[in-house]
């Protein structure tokens, strides 16, 4: 009797076994929904993990190593949207960090091979063909901004998606576009251009919306304000109670908000729209290629100006170390020397297409210099950082 349960429990040990090796190899080997995907040009395709338990993801990150072909917008931790700008291939790549080991490593890199076209193959005859090589030809864009010595006119700004496809995309106002039938509709426009576009759901919309209204009350912005104070007010909010912490890797207005931390790109973009909602002009802008790093330019009087909000969190920090403070020890509006070279000279290619740049001249001097100059009433620095809060 005493055999047969042991040999019972030996078998059931082993069955056991078996299936946990086999549940093992079910997992499969995390990868994307696809390997390669064709899509066409101003079309969209999410790409989906699989293969990881969406409770074991840490953190993933999602990029494309060509931006001028598509741009990618993270919707989940196992979830990205490709949006397709330019014929060309690419790879979509996903970097995911994992609680507990998969397939024997907590890093993982997964990628898919993106082409897009403009139609899809078999649409076309073959003098079409031509004559869209011609046109392909004629729009190619260099690294300046130069559109075959034409106008270099940025092909995928927000204006030019929503006039081409009027029934999918609306504009709510100057800082909001919606999308019809996506789970995150509501775009906040950070930038002239698509791909800065910070997407969120119904629900994080209106949350973040109370939360910028009431930042805007909290700070105590009214039309007799200078835009120059508006600005200030919104930006030292954000530095005092924004903490940079390069480890979230928190790039979206929604996160910066409510987790109270963020670096460079969430600064950014959350100081662009408050300032858009309080009726200031201003733009996120961002070196990717060498740097990787984000800022403003914000409009005052005739020329726009460099808000650089992590340098001001980092001189607030380390000057003072408390919180109590308001004081930011760095000049606010700055020239555009003051941004790095080696970030001006390897700008998304966009902000350096001769469009862009005639629309928005950057200042040489600093904001409170030039009205010096001028014989214009400023704040100085020191005035600033006395203003009440």
């Not at 598509?70 to 960090?97: E, F, M, P």
């Not at 994992?98 to 890199?109: D, T």
């Amino acid at each position: 009797m005493k055999k047969s349960i042991r040999k019972i429990l030996v078998t059931a040990l082993f069955v056991f076994s078996i299936s946990l090796l086999i549940t093992d190899a079910a997992q499969a080997k995390p990868k994307f929904s696809k390997s390669t995907k064709t899509i066409t040009i101003r079309k969209t395709y999410t790409l989906k993990i699989k293969g990881i338990k969406t409770k074991n993801i840490k953190k993933v990150t999602f990029k494309a190593s060509n931006k001028k072909v598509i741009s990618v917008k993270k919707l989940s931790n196992k979830a990205v949207k490709v949006i397709a700008r330019k014929k060309g291939q690419t790879i979509v790549k996903a970097v995911v960090k994992c609680k507990k080991k998969v397939n024997g490593k907590k890093k993982l890199i997964l990628k898919c091979r993106i082409k897009v076209v403009n139609k899809k193959v078999g649409d076309k005859k073959d003098s079409d063909k031509k004559n869209e090589e011609n046109n392909d030809n004629n729009n190619i864009v260099d690294d300046t901004g130069n559109n075959g010595g034409n106008t270099g006119k940025a092909e995928y700004t927000v204006e030019k998606i929503l006039e081409q496809d009027p029934e999918r995309f609306q504009k709510i106002n100057d800082y909001t576009i919606y999308e019809a039938g996506d789970e995150y509709a509501y775009g906040f426009i950070t930038s002239p251009f698509w791909h800065t576009v910070d997407w969120a759901t119904k629900k994080q919309y209106d949350e973040i919306m109370a939360e910028v209204k009431r930042i805007v009350e909290a700070v105590h912005i009214s039309d007799g304000m200078t835009d120059q104070e508006k600005a200030w007010r919104l930006g030292r909010y954000l530095v005092k109670n924004i903490k940079y912490e390069l480890s979230t890797h928190e790039q979206h207005i929604y996160g910066t908000l409510f987790n109270k931390k963020t670096v460079c790109a969430g600064y950014s973009k959350t100081f662009a729209l408050l300032c858009r909602y309080a009726g200031l002009e201003c733009d996120y802008m961002q070196s990717d290629e060498i740097g990787n790093h984000a800022w403003n330019i914000i409009k005052l009087r005739d020329y726009w100006y460099v808000v650089d909000l992590t340098d001001a969190y980092f001189c607030f920090c380390t000057s003072l170390g408390d919180y109590d403070k308001h004081y930011i020890t760095i000049p606010f509006f700055r020239e555009w020397e003051y941004v790095d070279k080696t970030l001006r000279e390897h700008m998304d290619w966009l902000y350096l297409t001769e469009e862009y740049v005639s629309t928005h001249p950057i200042d040489t001097m600093g904001y409170y210099l030039r009205c010096q100059e001028r014989g214009i009433e400023a704040f100085t620095g020191k005035e600033l950082y006395s203003l009440p809060e």
